[in-house]
């Protein structure tokens, strides 16, 4: 992840912006899916203006692309009602069957008219439709994605400016979503496909697509990128920043223990345990950074009460200097209040 950590970044703090309510000064991280598929190197991960789904089309012979597509969100089973009660339906002709099934096919061919008349393009359903229905549709030329689970038509609906419609009769035109481009996309030699859908009528819904070469690079992924994006979003709620890499920490402990000698009593040992609290984050610091956490903390402290810089700090990188200030190494106020 290191090795791509300024494009991750940049990701990060783009997909921010993108769903930042910068009036009320709050982010809704719901807004961002990351979503990760193992293949591809860590450098082709990608922001998608819109939403991905690990799904593709129910036919292959539907168009793998679709502009200006007017989608029809249902979570409504896309076949004939089941009765309530039990039943039992007795055929004993070529004529009943053929009856029931000419019955059968209307019921598909009127919904699939109804989807037509209110204008859509493309239907995603919660779902699953057989194999008539999926063939129905196809030969009424109306693309469709089935078995899309309940969170995925949530942000769907958010994303397209859309509304979920739970009974089939209720489906109207003024209840399709929108999207600028809807695309069926394959990846790497085993041909997975995901759906795009893009340039939606409410952009404040992304998706952080993350490739990488296994499994475990891609959790590691997105917890990094998790982290990123609650900095970015502590930044938007209060932009105070302090310096980092324990600099803070070191200072405030300095501060403590100097505040600890005017007491005399025993309060002075509990204000010295939270001094020695405060060194604790510079030491799980050093030690992950590979240095003698005592020894590292020890030369940082004397060197913030010689020079009186709170800005030294630990050197996690190994550049050559522990001034933070100089290697830019900043971290949220409201973090450290939290």
Request: aromatic share 6%; proline share 4%.
């Amino acid at each position: 992840v290191n090795r791509c950590k300024r494009p991750l970044a940049e990701i990060s703090v783009k997909a921010v912006l993108s769903v930042a309510d910068l009036e009320r000064k709050d982010v809704n991280l719901d807004l961002i899916k990351v979503e990760g598929k193992v293949g591809g190197k860590l450098e082709d991960t990608e922001l998608v203006y819109g939403i991905t789904v690990d799904k593709d089309m129910s036919h292959p012979q539907m168009p793998k692309k679709i502009e200006d597509a007017k989608i029809a969100i249902l979570t409504c089973p896309f076949e004939p009602p089941k009765p309530k009660t039990k039943h039992k339906v007795d055929i004993d002709t070529v004529e009943k069957f053929q009856t029931l099934r000419q019955q059968e096919q209307k019921y598909f061919d009127d919904m699939v008219q109804k989807c037509k008349d209110v204008g859509a393009t493309l239907v995603i359903c919660q779902w699953g439709f057989d194999d008539e229905a999926n063939h129905l549709l196809m030969h009424r030329n109306l693309p469709a994605v089935r078995w899309v689970g309940g969170v995925e038509l949530e942000l769907i609906a958010i994303a397209t400016g859309g509304r979920i419609v739970p009974r089939f009769q209720e489906l109207t035109p003024e209840k399709l979503g929108r999207a600028g481009l809807v695309r069926e996309k394959s990846f790497g030699t085993t041909k997975d496909k995901m759906l795009y859908i893009e340039h939606c009528a409410n952009s404040r819904a992304v998706t952080i697509f993350i490739r990488g070469g296994n499994k475990m690079m891609i959790e590691e992924t997105k917890r990094s990128i998790h982290d990123a994006l609650c900095v970015a979003r502590n930044l938007i709620r209060n932009n105070s920043i302090v310096y980092g890499g324990g600099s803070a920490e070191i200072s405030c402990s300095i501060a403590v223990e100097a505040a600890a000698d005017k007491y005399p009593g025993v309060e002075q040992y509990a204000i010295r345990a939270f001094a020695d609290a405060l060194d604790s984050v510079s030491i799980a610091l050093a030690e992950n950074s590979g240095l003698q956490p005592i020894e590292t903390l020890s030369a940082v402290k004397s060197q913030q009460i010689k020079e009186n810089n709170p800005h030294f700090g630990i050197d996690c990188n190994d550049v050559g200097t522990n001034d933070m200030r100089e290697q830019n190494v900043f971290e949220t106020l409201i973090g450290k209040q939290q």
